[in-house]
């Protein structure tokens, strides 16, 4: 289960259509510390057949999608967007849905090192080129996210010391990162050196990048790379539909 207290949107469609919404929904929910997702609103379901759809930012915040055929284009780096979908779910009755999430970002690690030619390094700053959010949406339907160009532009990654920890948009080709800092390069002073390198990986939903940069001298940069898998600690939350009524 999720950590209690996340807050979760629930969304209900007559299967095999993407805007016949059912049951008052969508509608939000929280989860509890027993892994049961709580809706804030009742549900009142006719018999029939049914998706059932939950996203979630994986925090108490709201996830703040506006869904228009299927699809929302508020999207934004730094969020930990997840994503479950149950298809074809006869109700009848009151039913108890396991929904099993799935991030649809990546997480990366950025960490600056010095080679032994650089002394008393002070990383004063870190730059990314995030992906531009505007051209991209999330498919509610399928649970992934669409865009047609990943391109964006250097932006500071807040934070203090050597490293950096942040959450981004799934990205294709290639990156660049900019680095700055104070300290002693083969014998001489530097103040504010900035050094710049392309990362040429595409960035998957769901993996986790360790990124090495090494300051080796004016101005080479090495990069190593790692790919570990995202992984929700546990990612079942369950929704008890207790039906209210039938329409």
């Not at 095999?16 to 008052?24: E, P």
């Not at 994503?83 to 099993?100: A, P, Y």
């Amino acid at each position: 289960m999720l950590q209690a207290g996340n807050i979760f949107d629930i969304h209900i469609i007559q299967t095999g259509t993407r805007t016949f919404y059912s049951g008052g929904s969508p509608t939000a929910g929280q989860s509890d510390s027993y892994g049961n997702i709580n809706v804030h609103n009742p549900v009142y379901l006719e018999n029939g057949l049914y998706d059932f759809y939950s996203v979630s930012v994986n925090s108490n915040e709201s996830p703040n999608f506006t869904f228009n055929n299927g699809y929302s284009a508020n999207l934004n780096n730094g969020f930990d967007y997840l994503w479950s979908g149950i298809k074809g779910v006869t109700v009848t009755g009151d039913k108890t849905l396991s929904f099993n999430f799935k991030r649809l970002c990546c997480r990366i690690e950025l960490n600056v090192k010095s080679s032994p030619s650089i002394n008393n390094m002070v990383v004063k700053k870190i730059e990314f080129a995030l992906p531009n959010a505007g051209g991209y949406t999330l498919d509610l339907i399928s649970g992934n996210i669409h865009f047609s160009s990943g391109e964006g532009v250097l932006t500071v990654i807040g934070g203090v010391g050597s490293g950096r920890i942040f959450t981004m948009l799934p990205k294709m080709g290639a990156t660049e990162v900019a680095v700055e800092i104070d300290g002693v390069i083969n014998g001489s002073t530097v103040s504010s050196k900035r050094f710049t390198t392309l990362l040429n990986n595409d960035f998957l939903p769901g993996v986790y990048y360790i990124i090495d940069l090494e300051i080796e001298s004016d101005p080479a940069v090495d990069v190593k790379v790692q790919l570990l898998p995202w992984r929700l600690t546990f990612n079942e939350n369950i929704f008890n539909l207790n039906r209210e009524g039938i329409l």
